[in-house]
C-alpha cells in the first residue's frame, strides 16, 4: 500500500514566507526588502564616515602641493667635506646625492638642543632616542628646527 503525505497546514505564514527561496509577497514582503535596504545604506554610511575620517585627519589628503621643510646634510665621504641646509620636499628620501662627489652620501645631521653644547652629530638610525654623543644628553632634534620656513 502506498504511503500518503501528510497534509500540511499553514497556519503560521510567517514561517513559511521567512523560509529561503521563498517569495515574499505584499506588506510584510515590503518590510523585509524596507529592512534590508537598511541595512546596506548603514553599511555604505560606515564606510564613507571611515572615509572621510580618514580625510579629515590625513595631514595632505587631496593636496597635489607638495610640501617641503629644511634639512641640514653632511656628506659622510671623507675626502668629501659638503655640509649645508638644504629644502626637500616630503617625497623625496634620504641619504641625497652630494653636488661635490655625486655620491648619494648627504645624510641629516642632529643637533644637541643643551644651550652649553650644540653639537652637530648623525644620529643613530637604530635608536628610537638618540643621544648626544659628547655631552650624552637626551634632548636631540633636527639640524634645521630652529629655521623659519619661508
Not at 514561517?15 to 534590508?36: E, H, I
Not at 643637533?111 to 650624552?136: I, M, Q, V, Y
Amino acid at each position: 500500500m502506498a504511503r500518503q503525505r501528510p497534509m500540511v497546514q499553514h497556519t503560521d505564514f510567517r514561517a513559511v514566507l521567512a523560509a529561503r527561496a521563498d517569495v515574499s509577497l505584499g506588506a510584510y514582503g515590503r518590510r523585509q526588502r524596507r529592512r534590508q535596504m537598511l541595512v546596506a545604506l548603514g553599511g555604505l554610511a560606515l564606510i564613507g564616515g571611515a572615509f572621510a575620517l580618514y580625510a579629515t585627519l590625513s595631514p595632505d589628503f587631496g593636496s597635489s602641493r607638495v610640501t617641503e621643510y629644511a634639512v641640514r646634510v653632511r656628506c659622510i665621504v671623507e675626502i668629501c667635506d659638503y655640509e649645508a641646509e638644504v629644502r626637500i620636499s616630503t617625497q623625496q628620501s634620504l641619504p641625497l646625492t652630494c653636488p661635490q662627489c655625486g655620491q648619494r652620501s648627504c645624510r641629516a645631521l642632529s643637533k644637541c638642543l643643551n644651550e652649553t653644547c650644540g653639537e652637530l652629530f648623525f644620529a643613530d638610525s637604530s635608536k628610537t632616542h638618540p643621544r648626544c654623543p659628547k655631552c650624552k644628553g637626551a634632548r636631540v632634534g633636527s639640524a634645521a628646527s630652529e629655521l623659519v620656513a619661508p
